[in-house]
């Protein structure tokens, strides 16, 4: 949900668990377009904060959207 960028399902901070497991299965072996795709997204969501007078944490913004991508790129068992 823009632009507060929360999941429409569960209202966390979007892209949530569950979220980041969609991504991950719809960019199967497409690691490198996902890693644009969040980056992408990173950016729309800084934008949309910057709109509406807010100051984004960098660092944590970072983390959320593209912190969690090692672990995804790992095999899966
Ligand atoms: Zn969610």
Redesign the pocket.
């Known amino acids: 949900m823009r632009p507060a960028w929360r999941?429409?399902?569960?209202?966390?901070p979007?892209?949530?668990?569950?979220?980041q497991l969609v991504l991950v299965t719809e960019f199967y072996g497409h690691s490198i377009a996902l890693a644009f795709y969040l980056a992408a997204s990173m950016q729309e969501a800084l934008d949309d904060a910057y709109r509406l007078g807010l100051c984004p944490d960098l660092p944590a913004m970072h983390g959320r959207f593209l912190g969690w991508l090692s672990l995804a790129r790992r095999p899966q068992r």
Do not use: F
């Not at 979007?14 to 979220?19: D, E, I, L, N, S």
């Open positions: 999941c429409r399902n569960c209202a966390a979007w892209p949530c668990g569950p979220a």
